[in-house]
């Protein structure tokens, strides 16, 4: 934590913002990528996201007031981009609530890059039919392995709350399997 508190003062002093931030972007970009990645399943759909996600980042670290740690306040702004970036993609081509996931699955079935197996493909596609904040949990849990207090601090609901919605989502993805 002490770390985090040492790259936070330089990130937040002028003269070392610079140098702090290359740091940040060092330590943090893997993690933000495979998050992003998730969520919007393109790598060039992730790279424009996350890059997106450093500028917002860098410009509003001086405003950062420690309420929860960065790394959760980095993965909220990250979160966020990622979702406006679906929700642009799904006026874009016109798709209604809910259809965004289903359009995200295609393009990866007809991705040459998708290096997933027919068994990922399915999970994706159910992952697909579950309410956006459905989603968001489980691939954090599954994906990412993240504990509830973490993705508490990140999307701001309560701990028993996510447990409600990962239990829900758990339980449509198996129906959807078993179906298919």
Known sequence: MSNEISLLTRLQNSDTKHEAFRELIST???????????????HDDTDDVLQEAFIKIYQNIDTFKGNSQLFSWMYRI??????????????????????????????????????GDEAELLLQKAIATLPQKQQLVFKMRYYEDLDYQSISEILDTSVGALKASYHHAVKKIELFLESN
């Open 28 to 42: 943090y970009k893997e993690r933000l990528y495979m998050h992003i990645r998730t969520l919007v399943l393109n």
């Open 78 to 115: 990250a979160t966020n981009q990622a979702l406006d970036f679906l929700k642009q993609k799904s006026k874009k081509h016109n798709l209604l609530d809910g259809e965004i996931g289903e359009y995200l699955v295609s393009q990866l079935e007809a991705d040459s890059l998708f290096d």
